[in-house]
C-alpha cells in the first residue's frame, strides 16, 4: 500500500500565482513527521519545510507553507508567489517510526512567464 | 551555511566491480543516511547509521552493501560487486536527531553500471 501519494504527476501555473501541491499519507504511527523536497533538474534534493504530527499550527517557511490537516491524512505544500526558479520536482515524505523517509512518487511544477 | 557533501558527482564502472561512495555530513549530525533513486522513480531509503552501526535498513540494503564511518568525517558506502540495476543517484544524508529535525541531503553521486 502507497504510504505517500501525490496525485499530481505535473503542474502548471503562471509565475507570481500561488500554487498547492497535493499530499496525503497513510500511516497508524501517532508519532510522524511529513517533509517537502524541492529537486531542481540538476539532481540534488532541497529540504524545503517540517510538520511534526504533534505540531498545533501549520509550519511555514518564507513563501512555503504547510497545510496540514491531520484528520484527512493531507499535507499539502503552498508555495505563494511562485518564481520562475520554483520549476522542479517535488516530493512529499514521511518519517515513520524510526528514521527512514518514505516518499512519494513526486509532482513537476512548471512555472510559465 | 554547512551542508553534506559527496564524492565523485558521478561514477562509471563495469559490471561486478566494486565502488565506494562517499560522503561527509553535515558536522555536529548524529544520524547519517543513504537513498538512492532510480532514473524518473522516487527515491528509496537504503540505510541509517548512528553511533556506528545500522540502525535501520530497507530490503534494498542486501549483503552486497555495506556502510561505514571510517573516521570522524567520511561516510561511505560500498556496493561489493556491481549490478546493472544498481545504476541510480546516490543521496547521503544526515540529521541531527532522528525525530523532529530535517534530513539534509547532499548533491548526490550518479553511478551508471556498464
Known amino acids: 500500500a502507497q504510504k505517500i501519494t501525490q496525485t499530481q504527476p505535473g503542474m502548471f501555473v503562471q509565475e507570481k500565482e500561488a500554487v498547492t501541491l497535493d499530499c496525503t499519507y497513510d500511516?497508524?504511527?501517532?508519532?510522524?513527521?511529513l517533509f517537502w523536497y524541492k529537486q531542481p533538474s540538476s539532481g540534488e534534493m532541497i529540504f524545503l519545510i517540517y510538520?511534526?504530527?504533534?505540531?498545533?499550527q501549520n509550519a511555514t517557511e518564507g513563501r512555503y507553507s504547510l497545510n496540514f490537516q491531520k484528520a484527512r491524512k493531507s499535507a499539502n505544500l503552498v508555495i505563494s508567489a511562485s518564481q520562475l526558479g520554483d520549476s522542479a520536482m517535488y516530493f512529499c515524505?514521511?518519517?515513520?517510526?524510526?528514521?527512514?523517509?518514505?516518499f512519494g512518487q513526486g509532482t513537476r511544477l512548471t512555472i510559465n512567464p | 551555511e554547512p551542508e553534506v557533501t559527496q564524492t565523485p558527482s558521478h561514477q562509471v564502472t563495469q559490471m561486478g566491480q566494486e565502488v565506494i561512495l562517499r560522503c561527509v555530513p553535515i558536522?555536529?549530525?548524529?544520524?547519517f543516511y543513504w537513498y538512492r533513486q532510480i532514473l524518473g522513480q522516487k527515491v528509496e531509503f537504503l540505510v541509517s547509521?548512528?553511533?556506528?552501526?545500522?540502525?535501520?535498513k530497507s530490503e534494498i540494503f542486501d549483503d552486497q552493501f555495506s556502510v561505514e564511518r571510517p573516521d570522524g568525517s567520511n561516510f561511505t558506502l560500498k556496493i561489493r560487486s556491481t549490478k546493472l540495476e544498481d545504476s541510480a543517484m546516490y543521496f547521503c544524508?544526515?540529521?541531527?536527531?532522528?525525530?523532529?529535525?530535517?534530513?539534509?541531503f547532499g548533491p548526490g553521486t550518479r553511478l551508471l553500471v556498464l
Open positions: 544524508a544526515s540529521s541531527v536527531t532522528f525525530k523532529a529535525t530535517p534530513q539534509y
Open positions: 500511516t497508524s504511527d501517532p508519532s510522524y513527521g
Open positions: 510538520q511534526g504530527s504533534y505540531d498545533q
Open positions: 515524505a514521511m518519517r515513520e517510526g524510526k528514521q527512514k523517509l518514505v
Open positions: 558536522s555536529n549530525h548524529l544520524y
Open positions: 547509521f548512528y553511533n556506528n552501526e545500522i540502525s535501520e
